[in-house]
Each structure stands twice: as C-alpha cells, then as structure tokens.
C-alpha cells in the first residue's frame, strides 16, 4: 500500500512535465506602430527560417481577436501588418504572409514556444520591403523574447515601432488532479 503512495505522488511530480510538450494554439497580431519612427535592419538573412517547418494549411485557425484587430486598425497610431492563428507543437515555427520573391516573404520569421513552469515565446520576425524587380531593398526586424507568458492570456510584445500581440493557449488540462486524500495518508 505504502508503494501505491509513493507511486501516486511522484506521478503528481512528473505529469506536469509531461504535458509541456503539447499542442498550443497561437493567435498573433503584428502592428507597425506608427508614432515611433522606423528603424530599418539590415536585410532579412537568406535562411530567415532557420530550418522551422512552415504552419501546414491544415493548421491554420479562424483569428478569434477579431475585436482587438479592428480597435488596432481603427486607431491611426498603429497598422495591422499580419493577424494569424494557427496551432503548432512545441517547438519553431516559420511564418510568412505575401507573395514569395526570390526566397522572400513580405512578412517572414520565426515564433519559437517552449513551456517549463510558464510559457516561453522568441519572436523573431522581418517586414520586408521590396524593389521593382522583387529584391528585398529594407527589412524592419522585431526581435523580442518573454519567458513568463501565461497560458491563454494575451501578450504584447513592443519592439519599438513593431509589436505584437500574442496570445498562446496550451491544449491540456486546466490544473493537474491533486492526489485523493487518503492516498497522502502514511
């Protein structure tokens, strides 16, 4: 019986571990913000994916931030650049809006999400601006990480004049089941 115990509570200890390498579902709003002036990078680099594999079609999702999308572009402080919701494992992901020009995306990088005790977010994304002959001439980057986003609430992430609003939802169990009573009883 003691076995049985011991056995209970290290399954308490480990099973949020094992729920960390989930689904999420991701809805993202990219908005130029149009107060703080450009800072322009250098280009975006030619493996600007890194290797990510790109959000399959069938992963795709209806944005459900639809409210605050409109609010955004109703005020003429910011523009919405890209509004995307998909679901993803752990792990990177490429994104990419526009149309392709020579290994180039109008909108193009990467969201990488992580969770230990809270979830991890690397955004690293370029607004490119292309010439007459689809050549990327300038690229605006934001760069940002945070490591303590909460699941399913709403985050933003300033790079200056480029932000984001993230939202991150784990597809798991609200809370793991706390140990029956009488199983904690020696």
Not at 18 to 35: D, H, K, P, S, T
Not at 71 to 88: E, R
Not at 162 to 167: M, T, V
Request: hydrophobic share 40%.
């Amino acid at each position: 019986m003691r076995a049985i115990r011991c056995l209970t509570l290290l399954l308490a200890f480990f099973t949020p571990a094992a729920f960390a390498e989930g689904v999420y579902q991701v809805e993202m709003i990219l908005v130029r913000q149009n107060a703080v002036p450009a800072i322009t990078s250098q280009s975006a680099p030619e493996d600007w994916s890194n290797g990510a594999q790109t959000i399959a079609e069938g992963n795709l999702r209806q944005p459900a931030m639809t409210d605050e999308a409109a609010k955004l572009s109703a005020d003429n402080q910011y523009t919405v650049l890209l509004h995307k919701a998909w679901t993803q494992d752990a792990g990177t992901v490429a994104i990419s809006d526009g149309k392709k020009q020579f290994g180039h995306f109008p909108i193009e990088g990467n969201l990488n999400l992580n969770e230990e005790r809270f979830i991890s977010v690397e955004a690293s994304l370029w607004v490119n601006q292309f010439d007459g002959n689809g050549a990327v001439v300038q690229s605006e980057q934001l760069k940002q990480s945070n490591s303590t986003v909460k699941n399913g609430e709403l985050t933003f992430l300033d790079g200056g004049h480029l932000a984001l609003l993230l939202k991150v939802t784990a597809n798991r169990p609200a809370s793991t089941p706390a140990p029956a009573p009488e199983m904690m009883e020696q």
